[in-house]
């Protein structure tokens, strides 16, 4: 069975930059689509980018384009998001996920990020 | 974008009796190859999001018999034969026939 976990979380200043880790084992990464998914504290889901097996394509949600870039490293199965002039309505919990069947299948624990003075 | 909307988004059950969630899309989601890109996940406290329903109704791996999903084109439903006390939590509908991909706001579901 699959298994995400993510990394990188903490509290950063506004403008402040962070990097998200995500390690995948138990299923074939360099085959799938991965995501980053967010939720706000008591709030809903969000899917924020996703990326192409190959590592070229790439789609974001518009409120983080220009300033997120996610990656991956399939030699390492690890998935990354480069977060720069963060802004304090991205606090959240930083899920990655798989995709299967349209659907996102496997998902991390989370990684909380918070962007406060 | 497709907006997706759900309702009630709050619902008390009675442990036993059924449930029903129903989810709307702002556009189809019927692909091409006939599969509407509809998925359902419920949240327990605490915990990731945990998928429950893949392209409308096709129940993912180890997700009981008692929850089933139904729907076409733009309205969909999410029913619980019988609920559990173990149900409890928030439930979402997703689409994936677009990037963005959306999620619904979130269906609270509680016990009595």
């Known amino acids: 069975e699959g298994q995400l976990v993510e990394s990188g979380g903490g509290l950063v200043q506004p403008g402040g930059s962070l990097r998200l880790s995500c390690d995948a084992s138990g299923f074939s990464f360099s085959s799938n689509w991965m995501n980053w998914v967010r939720q706000a504290p008591g709030k809903g889901l969000e899917w924020v980018a996703n990326i192409k097996p190959d590592g070229i394509g790439k789609n974001y949600v518009d409120s983080v384009k220009g300033r997120f870039t996610i990656s991956r490293d399939n030699a390492k199965n690890s998935l990354y998001l480069q977060m720069d002039s963060l802004r304090a309505e991205d606090t959240a919990v930083y899920y990655c996920t798989t995709i299967s069947n349209s659907a996102f299948d496997y998902w991390g624990q989370g990684t909380l990020v918070t962007v406060s003075s | 974008d497709i907006v997706m909307t759900q309702s009630p988004l709050s619902l008390p059950v009675t442990p036993g009796e059924p449930a029903s969630i129903s989810c709307r899309s702002s556009q189809s989601l019927l692909h091409s190859n006939g599969y509407n890109y509809l998925a359902w996940y419920l949240q327990k406290p605490g915990q990731s999001p945990q998928l429950l329903i893949y392209?409308?109704?096709n129940r993912a791996s180890g997700v009981p018999d008692r929850f089933s999903g139904s729907g076409s084109g733009t309205d969909f439903t999410l029913k619980i034969s019988r609920v559990g006390t173990e149900d409890v939590g928030v439930y979402y509908c997703?689409?994936?026939?677009?990037?963005?991909?959306?999620f619904g706001p979130g269906t609270k579901v509680d016990i009595k």
């Open positions: 997703m689409q994936t026939l677009q990037t963005p991909v959306t």
């Open positions: 392209v409308t109704s």
